[in-house]
Nanobody, 124 residues
Framework: QVQLVESGGRLVQAGDSLRVSCAASGRTASSVTMAWFRQAPGKGREFVAGIIRSDDITNYAESVRGRFTISSDNAKNTVTLQMNDLKVEDTAVYYC?????????????????WGQGTQVTVSS
C-alpha cells in the first residue's frame, strides 16, 4: 500500500503562484509514476501533470503547459506541483496519484493509489 497526502491548496487570486505537494509513504517503490489530476465542480477528473520518477520524464496537459511544473524529490518521496499565473479555471480539487511505470501517464485508470485531494481556489 501507498499512502498519499496532499497539502498546500488555498484561496489565491488570478495571476498568483501556488505550490501544492504530495507526500508518499508506505510501499513507495510502487509509486514510480506520480501525477496530479484535478476535478472542478460539476466536471470530470482531468489530468494535469505527471512524472516518471525513475527517468525524470514529465508530461503536462495542454491547458497548464508553460505555467505548471511538476517535480519529484525521490529522497523525500514527495512530488510538488508549482503553479504560476493561475487562472480562475484552475479552480478545482487537486488529487495526487501514484502507480507503476507506465507509457500513458495521463490515464487515471493506470494509477493504483490516490490522495484525498487539496482545494485550490482562484478568484478573479
Amino acid at each position: 500500500q501507498v499512502q498519499l497526502v496532499e497539502s498546500g491548496g488555498r484561496l489565491v487570486q488570478a495571476g498568483d503562484s501556488l505550490r501544492v505537494s504530495c507526500a508518499a509513504s508506505g510501499r513507495t517503490a510502487s509509486s514510480v509514476t506520480m501525477a496530479w489530476f484535478r476535478q472542478a465542480p460539476g466536471k470530470g477528473r482531468e489530468f494535469v501533470a505527471g512524472i516518471i520518477r525513475s527517468d525524470d520524464i514529465t508530461n503536462y496537459a495542454e491547458s497548464v503547459r508553460g505555467r505548471f511544473t511538476i517535480s519529484s524529490d525521490n529522497a523525500k518521496n514527495t512530488v510538488t506541483l508549482q503553479m504560476n499565473d493561475l487562472k480562475v479555471e484552475d479552480t478545482a480539487v487537486y488529487y495526487c496519484a501514484a502507480g507503476p511505470k507506465m507509457r500513458v501517464v495521463s490515464n487515471g485508470r493506470f494509477y493504483s493509489y490516490w490522495g484525498q485531494g487539496t482545494q485550490v481556489t482562484v478568484s478573479s
